[in-house]
């Protein structure tokens, strides 16, 4: 199925040039997308259709990106020993596990500062009680 802009442009009757037909593809594929609305005044300009959108970057929404951005927040170093090599190289299975192991780490590390925290408040007499 095409998208809706894209359908629309396409069944239109209108004929237009090569490149007027290029721009306003490039433009209903951006709509379809949810990557900007050439129709908005914030998208307005003539870089517009050639500028590179977050929706667009390759990086920050890649698997491999996702999983070097958890190594650190769940410390997969510190917990199993993995540098960052490594820890890419094993089998996704295991990869998967690691990460929810560390998650599960990170709950109860979060729970034992916590406790921590109101030990030390409660003992400095400025605790709930």
Sequence with gaps: MIPGEVDRFLRSAVKVDPYTS??????AYD???????????L???PMNLIKMYP????????????LIRRFGIYRIKE?????????LHQP?????????LGAEYAVESKKAADA???SVEQAL?????
Excluded at 80 to 86: D, L, P, Q, R, W
């Design 22 to 27: 290029h721009l306003l593809m490039m433009e």
């Design 55 to 66: 929706k667009e970057d390759p990086v920050s929404y890649s698997r491999r990106y996702e």
């Design 116 to 118: 921590a925290r109101e």
């Design 92 to 100: 996704r299975e295991y990869v998967e596990f690691y990460l929810r």
């Design 79 to 87: 917990h199993f020993g993995f540098n960052i090599e490594e820890f």
């Design 31 to 41: 709509i379809d997308f949810r990557i900007a609305d050439h129709n908005l005044a």
């Design 43 to 45: 998208f307005q300009g």
């Design 125 to 129: 007499g400025g605790g709930k009680k």
